[in-house]
């Protein structure tokens, strides 16, 4: 696992973050309208968004004087990448494992 899939888990691991996700990637959102929508703080609401933006899940754009956060698909996809890695190795493992206990049952039950 590179340094960068596990700030993401790091950064997922809470749940207002994935919250936050969320709702970024409905569409994208400004500080303010994500706090009005949240139980939480907006210096609370930056933060996470501080900590999404430095995993790479989060990109910040100048609309005005206002700040707008979207989803970054390339922090996505790296985190889908690692995924699909554990998940390719799973069933390889599950395939090796059926292939293993069909070859040793009796040739009747085959």
């Not at 899939?5 to 569409?27: K, N």
Request: proline residues 5%; aromatic residues 4%; charged residues 30%.
């Amino acid at each position: 696992m590179t340094d960068r899939t596990a700030r993401v888990f790091v950064a997922l691991a809470d749940p207002t973050r994935r919250e936050i996700l969320e709702r970024i990637a409905a569409r994208p959102r400004a500080v303010g309208e994500l706090a009005d929508e949240l139980p939480v703080s907006r210096p609370a609401v930056s933060q996470h968004l501080t900590v999404l933006s430095e995993a790479g899940l989060v990109t910040v754009r100048a609309d005005g004087t206002r700040r707008i956060h979207e989803l970054d698909p390339h922090g996505l996809a790296g985190l889908r990448d690692y995924l699909d890695g554990f998940w390719n190795r799973s069933l390889a493992a599950f395939k090796k494992a059926a292939d293993h206990a069909g070859s040793t049952r009796p040739k009747e039950q085959r």
